[in-house]
Every structure is written in structure tokens, then in C-alpha cells.
């Protein structure tokens, strides 16, 4: 099993920034990737952000240039950096992780439950 724990979520401003944090862990034996996407009501979730064990990134068009994905390795943990918000950035925010775990090492995605990005006023 892999559980993942996402945090940093919450209101800001038009123009404002949030940091989300990602914490995997549990009985994995290896990362192939970690990332974010998002859904707002009404629409279909998308990618936002990925990263690799190789640290190669990729972004939705929508974000780049304003978020920035990393990972600590040594954690376990992936983060999103996320400058300039727009109202349109408001979602949750889903934190997966492309691990092998369990007693199979089975190679799978695994979901987190998800953080909420409000961005108004």
C-alpha cells in the first residue's frame, strides 16, 4: 500500500502564491513519478504538474511559467510551487504518485484525498 498526504491548500488573492506539499509512504519499493492535477466543480480533471525519478518535469500550458513542481527524494515528498494564482487555479488538488508497492510490487498509481485551492477576492 502507498497512502499520500497532501497539505498547504487554502484561500489566497488573485496574484498571491501557495505551496502544496505531498508526503508518500507506506510499503513501496520505488517512485517512477510523482505530480498534482486538479479538478474544479463541474470539470473534468487535468494535469497540472509531474515529475520523475529522473526529475523531469512537465506542466499544463495553463500553469507554466507560474508553478514550479519539485521533489525530496530523501522524504518522499513532492511539492508545487504556485506564484501568480488566478481565480481559474481554484480546484482540489490531487497529489498521485506512479509507485511499486505491495506484496506483488505491482507497478500503480496511487491517489491522494485531495486539497483544496481557493483563490478569491
Known amino acids: 500500500q502507498v497512502q499520500l498526504v497532501e497539505s498547504g491548500g487554502g484561500l489566497v488573492q488573485p496574484g498571491g502564491s501557495l505551496r502544496l506539499s505531498c508526503a508518500a509512504s507506506?510499503?513501496?519499493?520505488?517512485?517512477?513519478?510523482m505530480g498534482w492535477y486538479r479538478q474544479a466543480p463541474g470539470k473534468q480533471r487535468e494535469l497540472v504538474a509531474t515529475i520523475t525519478s529522473g526529475d523531469s518535469t512537465n506542466y499544463a500550458d495553463s500553469v507554466k511559467g507560474r508553478f514550479t513542481i519539485s521533489r525530496d527524494n530523501a522524504k518522499n515528498t513532492v511539492y508545487l510551487q504556485m506564484n501568480s494564482l488566478k481565480p481559474e487555479d481554484a480546484a482540489v488538488y490531487y497529489c498521485?504518485?506512479?509507485?511499486?508497492?505491495?506484496?506483488?510490487?505491482?507497478?500503480?498509481?496511487?491517489w491522494g484525498p485531495g486539497t483544496q485551492v481557493t483563490v478569491s477576492t
Open positions: 507506506g510499503s513501496f519499493f520505488s517512485i517512477n513519478a
Open positions: 498521485y504518485c506512479y509507485c511499486q508497492a505491495g506484496v506483488g510490487r505491482v507497478w500503480r498509481p496511487y
